[in-house]
């Protein structure tokens, strides 16, 4: 685990944008989370994947401040942020895309795009809501619709514009392919690259390994709460366990 973790550039002092260390979480007395540790280093995109109840959105909630960690740590840019409210996370540069996308479904379209910047203080919103328009031209033209009357897709477009309003460096998404159709499956990858282009680290959780796989740099197996597998996306794309469990080969 430890030796595949290892920076593959060779260059080991920086810090890790993100840096989980031994995390444990759970429900009450139950250790969902059995001491996982996973990191994500500056502009990279990195995949979590796992079957269904391994622990992947426990995972996000802990990184976004909203489950309590029962021990170890999170590093968000060599900052200690477990404990922080949810608020000061987004602040710091992490914004996440929820399961289920969780859009304000009586708001407009561009109520919930501004609501997404509701811990900025600077001048740069108006600037970056017109970016985010550009960037789902779908989103600028239902600019006045009700949030929660956009098809699936265009909801986790919402979702994922909402939590580019907070101009993260890190977007953590958990399942944006989920009810979503295949075209438009295809057109929200398209634009997670683009912004990992532009310097956007990106944590993906996603029920389709292969379309993350092959998107990501890296990625992470989390089975029942400990982290199996860890290795370049190629290299998981082609391992057998992988392919027997997640790729249905
Ligand atoms: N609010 C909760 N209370 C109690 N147990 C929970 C709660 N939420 C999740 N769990 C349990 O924690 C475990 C991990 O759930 P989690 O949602 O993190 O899995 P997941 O990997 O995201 O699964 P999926 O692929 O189905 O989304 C599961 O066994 C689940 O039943
Ligand atoms: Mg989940």
């Given at each position: 685990m430890s030796a595949a973790d290892q920076r593959a550039d060779g260059q080991p002092d920086a810090p890790a944008l993100l840096e989980l260390s031994g995390v444990v979480a759970g429900y009450g007395a139950i250790s969902v989370l059995k001491g996982i540790s996973l990191r994500v280093e500056a502009g990279e995109i990195v995949t979590l994947i796992g079957a269904n109840g391994a622990g992947k959105t426990t995972t996000l909630m802990c990184i976004s401040g909203v489950r309590p960690l029962t021990s170890g740590t999170i590093h968000f840019a060599g900052a200690a942020i477990a404990g922080l409210p949810a608020h000061e996370i987004v602040r710091c540069g992490v914004a996440q895309v929820p399961e289920g996308r969780k859009i304000f479904p009586r708001l407009t379209v561009l109520e919930n795009l501004t609501m997404g910047a509701f811990t900025r203080r600077d001048g740069g919103v108006a600037g970056d809501l017109e970016r985010i328009l550009q960037l789902f031209p779908v989103l600028a033209e239902r600019?006045?619709?009700?949030?929660?009357?956009?098809?699936g897709g265009e909801q986790q477009m919402l979702a994922i514009g909402r939590a580019l309003m907070s101009r993260p460096r890190l977007l953590i998404m958990d399942?944006?392919?989920?009810?979503?159709?295949p075209l438009l499956v295809a057109k929200i990858f398209e634009t997670i690259g683009r912004l990992n282009r532009d310097g956007l680290a990106v944590l993906l959780v996603e029920q389709n390994a292969r379309l993350a796989l092959k998107l990501a740099r890296r990625g992470y197996v989390l089975e029942t709460g400990t982290m199996v597998l860890t290795d370049r996306a190629e290299r998981l794309l082609d391992h057998p366990r992988v392919r027997e469990a997640y790729l249905g080969e």
């Open positions: 600019r006045r619709q009700l949030g929660g009357t956009l098809s399942e944006p392919s989920m009810g979503v159709a």
